[in-house]
């Protein structure tokens, strides 16, 4: 079985805004990564997830947040779900689609994707973007957390986290995957926790 995990590495923030402020509640942060020596321009939701110029972040783009491998698509993942997901582990999810990615003669690759309208740009080695350079329209997870925390080290804990109660967490999600209505039941159920 192939890995669900498409790319991962971890990126120091380096300017946030750099054109200016793209919308209200966004972002966009400029960032470059540790490993690979990738560039990251990334659109984020600022009033739910808040980051800071010099900040490290693990980025993981994921194929499904099932860790079985499962189905992929928009409705696999649910807050209120008990089953083990790879975002359980991580801070922001988003669901999204590659729309372009162009190649500059071999020597670097640029795959752009939109997540319902916030977008991010990835610039790197062909070798270390191939997964999704040779896959144009595939859908894909983004999961950050801040500071280092590879999907793939070894040592990590096989524990569940204890579930989310965190109403923006929940608003994020749901809008994400267009579940508007259950988020809002999800909210009233857990208001008091």
């Known amino acids: 079985m192939e890995s669900i995990v498409i790319f991962e590495d971890i990126f120091e923030i380096g300017q946030l805004n750099p054109e200016g402020k793209p919308f209200e509640k966004a972002n966009r942060l400029r960032a470059a990564g540790g ?14 997830y808040d980051l800071r110029e010099k900040e490290e972040i693990t980025l ?11 189905p992929a698509d928009q409705f696999s993942y649910g807050v209120s ?13 988003m669901h999204g689609r590659v729309f372009d990615v162009r190649c500059n003669r ?8 939109s997540f319902r309208g916030l977008l991010m740009r990835l610039v790197g ?5 191939k997964r999704l350079s040779d896959s144009p329209d595939q859908r894909l997870y983004l999961l950050l957390k801040k500071g280092k925390c590879l999907a793939g080290a070894e040592g990590r804990s096989n524990t569940k986290p204890k579930p989310i109660h965190n109403s ?5 999600l ?3 995957f267009d579940q508007r209505k259950s988020c809002i039941q999800y909210l009233r159920q857990n208001s008091n926790k």
């Open 35 to 48: 490993t690979f020596d990738c560039d990251l321009l990334l659109d984020f939701n600022c009033d739910i």
């Open 60 to 70: 993981v783009l994921a194929s499904t947040l099932r860790p079985d491998g499962g």
């Open 81 to 93: 779900s008990m089953e083990p997901s790879l975002a359980d582990n991580y801070e922001y999810a």
């Open 106 to 113: 071999g020597l670097f690759v640029i795959v752009s994707v």
């Open 125 to 129: 080695d062909p070798q270390h973007l």
């Open 168 to 172: 923006s967490f929940c608003l994020m």
């Open 174 to 176: 749901c809008f994400l």
